[in-house]
């Protein structure tokens, strides 16, 4: 498989997962005063490529999965960071055992039941996804999520 955009590097894999979400539209936050900032502010989908955020004083708007990227790969560099935060994530451990070779064979041999069994995970998590994050359920939501992982 071939990249775009200069990579130099050549993938071989059974499946290619895109997780670049809502990145390719970048939205800025109304903020009063944005337009007068006289440090550097970027997009995290138009991140500068020499940009280095070493020892720097750095405000981070947002605590999505990207943020959440972010926030762990720079904060033994940067001198201080703050986030700012407008609506809480819900992050839920989910145990990720390994697939084994035989399910991952009856996934390769018959990718409705690969289709099945992803519609069935994201139903129950969106179907519980409020019982997360309010609290409720947690002895039979963990042994549920469970049970799908078998």
Known sequence: MGFAYGCRERLECDILISAVGRLHHPRYPEIEGLEIFA???????????????????????????????????????????????????????????PISWWRRLIFRLDPVKLAQHTSASRTFIEENA??????RGKKELLAACTAVLR
Do not use: C
């Open 39 to 97: 440090g550097t502010q970027f997009h995290t989908a138009r991140w500068p490529e020499a940009i280095s955020l070493k020892r720097k004083r750095v405000g981070l708007i947002g605590t999505g999965s990207t943020a959440t990227q972010i926030i762990a790969a720079v904060a033994d560099e940067v001198q201080r960071l703050t986030i700012f935060q407008r609506t809480a994530q819900w992050v839920v451990p989910v145990p990720n055992p």
């Open 130 to 135: 409020s019982n997360i994050a309010h609290g």
